[in-house]
């Protein structure tokens, strides 16, 4: 259900991002990551003006991983920056090969990144980007079945385990599908 409609306001602002991962002929997994900023009307920047409906921000992150989630190439693309010069960035990029989609990500890309080597907004997209890459490889193939052992031998990894709503350790979800994590909740007399 989405939200509701709400009145008595006016669209100031857009950014939209949108994300795709691939699987290579070679067997690498692609992640592409792409981000525009509109405004939809005409506003002077410091270096710039931008036109109604111009893009303040275009721009594009392609990252290949390969079976343990190690970026082995990387490709940026700032079709538009919010200054001139911020295409200079793009060969900085490369800085992320080698680092590893896991616990850690977001604290090494900041580190391969600083100081001021990249775009705030391509770095926090990555974030994401690593997010879809794990997504993307619970089901690589198209129709491939969903292969589990029973609940009662599964191991939830830590990492997921009180991520999140249905992954609480003392949710139903977790007591039917990782029996082994479940905790139930104790309750406490005031």
């Known amino acids: 259900m989405p939200l509701p409609v709400l009145d008595n306001r006016e669209l100031i602002h857009t950014r939209t991002i949108t994300m795709k991962a691939f699987r290579r002929n070679d067997g690498l997994l692609e992640v592409e990551g792409h981000l525009t900023d509109v405004k939809p009307f005409a506003h002077q920047m410091m270096d710039s003006v931008r036109a109604a409906g111009e893009p303040v921000h275009d721009l594009s992150l392609r990252i290949s991983l390969d079976d343990s989630a190690t970026v082995v190439d990387v490709e940026a693309c700032m079709d538009q920056g919010a200054h001139d010069i911020c295409p200079g960035a ?27 080597r990249g775009c705030t907004h391509i770095i926090e997209m990555l974030a994401q980007m690593a997010t879809v890459a794990l997504q993307a490889s619970w089901a690589s193939k198209a129709g491939e079945p969903l292969e589990m052992p029973p609940p009662e031998q599964r191991k939830m990894q830590s990492s997921m385990l009180n991520a999140c709503y249905p992954y609480h350790e003392s949710s139903p979800w977790v007591k039917q599908h990782f029996p082994n994590a479940y905790i139930p909740l104790v309750a406490v007399d005031k």
């Open 90 to 116: 793009e060969p900085n990029f490369i800085r992320l090969l080698g680092l590893q989609v896991g616990p850690g990500w977001n604290k090494n890309v900041k580190a391969a990144m600083s100081p001021g």
